[in-house]
C-alpha cells in the first residue's frame, strides 16, 4: 500500500505505513496461505459471482485470494504497500491475468466514486488499518445499492472468556499492528447493511466470514 501523505507519528502503530510491514512480504507469502486461503476461497465461491461483475477488493496484498475469483469478472484490487503490490503484479502477470488491475490506495480513503462496483471484499485487512470504521463506511460507500460485502477477518469473540484470553496477547500485536480486540458490531453500526451471512468456518477457528447486502440507509438492518 503507498500513502498520499507523510503520516504523523502516533502511539499505535500502523503496519501499513512502516518498513516492517513490507519486510513481512516473504513471510506472508510463506505461511499465511496456509491459514488463510481455503477460507477464502470457500467464501467467494459461495459468492456464486455472475459474469461481467465489477469486484473490488481492498487490501489486496500480494494478490494470496486473485485465484479463487472467477475469470469473467472485472476484478480491481487496492493496497497501500508498494512491495507486496509488486508481488501481486508479477503474479498477474505471470498468469497473463487480463481481468485484473491493482491499484496503490488508502483503504480509509477509497477514491473511487460512490457506488463503483457490484462486490467489494476484504480479507484480514480491517484489524490492521489504523481507522476500521473508516475503511469499513469506504467500502461501503463505493458498492451500489443490492451489491454485496463479503469480508473474512478476526474479530472479537462474543464469548468473553474467549475474548479475555485473545485480548492479553493485545500488547504484542498492538506493536505489529494488528488488533486482536476488533468487535465486527462497533465496525458496522449505523450502515446501510442487512447481513446475509455471518459465521465461522469451523467452530474452534479466530476468523469470522461475513457476508451482507447493501441497502438504502433507512433499510440497513445489522
Not at 8 to 33: C, F, I, M
Not at 193 to 215: E, H, N
Amino acid at each position: 500500500m503507498s500513502t498520499v501523505s507523510p503520516p504523523k507519528k502516533t502511539k499505535t502503530a500502523e503496519p501499513h505505513r512502516s518498513r516492517l510491514y513490507d519486510n513481512l512480504v516473504p513471510v506472508y507469502q510463506g505461511l499465511w496461505p496456509a491459514v488463510a486461503k481455503r477460507n477464502i476461497r470457500s467464501a467467494i465461491a459461495a459468492m456464486n459471482i455472475s459474469a461481467g461483475t465489477e469486484v473490488l477488493e481492498v487490501g489486496v496484498g500480494t494478490g494470496l485470494s486473485l485465484d479463487s475469483y472467477p475469470h469473467d469478472i472485472r476484478l480491481t484490487g487496492v493496497d497501500l504497500s508498494e512491495s507486496m503490490l509488486a508481488e501481486a503484479e508479477q503474479l498477474i502477470e505471470q498468469k497473463s491475468w487480463q481481468h485484473i488491475n491493482v491499484l496503490p490506495m488508502n483503504a480509509e480513503r477509497l477514491t473511487f466514486p460512490d457506488a463503483s462496483f457490484d462486490v467489494v471484499t476484504s480479507f484480514h485487512t480491517i484489524s490492521v488499518v489504523s481507522k476500521p470504521r473508516s475503511m469499513m463506511s469506504e467500502m461501503v460507500r463505493v458498492c451500489r445499492p443490492g451489491g454485496k460485502i463479503l469480508m473474512v477477518n478476526h474479530f472479537r469473540s462474543e464469548n468473553s472468556l474467549i475474548a479475555k484470553v485473545v485480548d492479553s496477547a493485545g500488547n504484542i500485536t498492538r506493536r505489529l499492528g494488528w488488533r486482536t480486540d476488533l468487535d465486527l458490531q462497533d465496525v458496522v453500526a449505523g450502515l446501510p447493511l442487512r447481513f446475509d451471512r455471518c459465521y465461522k468456518p469451523t467452530p474452534l477457528s479466530f476468523f469470522t466470514i461475513m457476508q451482507a447486502t447493501v441497502t438504502k440507509s433507512d433499510e440497513a438492518s445489522v
